[in-house]
């Protein structure tokens, strides 16, 4: 099971705008820990760069982003989101975590009530179920030739040796590959990126430039971006095109680049049901 949770959030009083991803990240595993503590040791350690879950800041709206930071204002909603492409863990989230969330959350200076949790994508665009499976037969019933992804959080690459702060499709798809066949029951071929890297092509974007503080003292600002960026399957491979649509739908479940466990990467389709 592939997993999307937005957890909707009230704030109980005024507090800094503060970046909470690592305070998210750090109260997910602590939950986690209570209920299965092997598992959350696993979830810590990963594999190597490789999480099988992500976690968002606390968010206001859930398509852009502010570089000024959020402030918390009391009596408003704000929201936070967990997914995991980890069948063991999407049980325990189903099964206990979700139906057991505790009535407050405390995160960096923040108190929330916890006022409701959704995993369904009629409910909200950044939430949803689904398989592997069902990605591929989705992807097989579109005839879409084009597709627009937003990031809805800081992201960026890291290739030979550099951070790049551009959503080429190599980089965004290196990773969904990589954690593809690290969870998939089957996986893709390995030589598939370099085919895939050269069917795809940027057809327009609306992306805006900031940093990220990757270090733990939140002083030394990385390049990033956000915003959306759509894609042209030039590829008259229908199997091809039938691949870019799964994966950009797994995107919604694995996150995108870097520190998708810290809030970053945040990252969805949106596809037409038409070529065009």
């Given at each position: 099971?592939l997993l ?7 704030a ?19 939950q ?19 999480r099988?879950f992500?976690?968002?800041?606390v968010r ?5 982003f ?6 918390i ?9 967990i ?16 139906p057991?969330?505790?009535p407050?959350l ?5 108190s929330?009530r916890?006022?409701?949790a959704i995993?369904?994508g009629?409910?909200?665009p950044?939430?949803g179920?689904?398989?592997f ?12 030739t ?17 951070f790049v ?16 066949n690290?969870f ?16 795809l092509a940027i ?19 990385t390049?990033a ?7 042209a ?6 199997p091809?095109?039938?691949l ?14 870097r520190?998708t ?8 389709m949106?596809m ?5």
């Amino acid at each position: 099971m592939l997993l999307s949770v937005v957890i909707h959030l009230q704030a109980e009083r005024d507090a800094a705008p503060l970046p909470r991803g690592r305070a998210v990240h750090a109260w997910f595993l602590q939950q986690v820990a209570q209920r299965d503590p092997a598992l959350a040791s696993f979830l810590h350690e990963g594999d190597g760069n490789v999480r099988p879950f992500t976690v968002s800041d606390v968010r206001w709206q859930w398509d852009t982003f502010s570089s000024k930071g959020l402030p918390i204002l009391a009596g408003k909603r704000y929201g936070i989101r967990i997914t995991s492409i980890m069948p063991e863990l999407s049980h325990l989230l189903i099964q206990d975590l979700m139906p057991h969330l505790p009535p407050r959350l405390d995160l960096a200076g923040a108190s929330f009530r916890v006022v409701e949790a959704i995993d369904r994508g009629e409910k909200h665009p950044w939430a949803g179920r689904a398989t592997f499976q069902s990605l591929w037969r989705q992807a097989a019933s579109s005839a879409a030739t084009h597709f627009e992804l937003v990031f809805g959080s800081p992201t960026t690459f890291r290739s030979q040796g550099v951070f790049v702060p551009v959503p080429w499709p190599r980089l965004v798809f290196h990773g969904l590959i990589k954690k593809w066949n690290l969870f998939a029951e089957m996986p893709l071929p390995q030589d598939v990126l370099d085919v895939l890297a050269s069917s795809l092509a940027i057809r327009g974007y609306a992306l805006q430039a900031t940093g990220i503080p990757l270090d733990r003292h939140g002083q030394v600002k990385t390049p990033a971006f956000w915003g959306r960026c759509s894609y042209a399957v030039v590829s008259k491979d229908r199997p091809m095109q039938r691949l870019a649509r799964a994966l950009a739908a797994f995107a919604l479940f694995a996150g995108v680049g870097r520190e998708t466990s810290r809030g970053f990467g945040q990252c969805r389709m949106e596809m037409s049901d038409s070529k065009q």
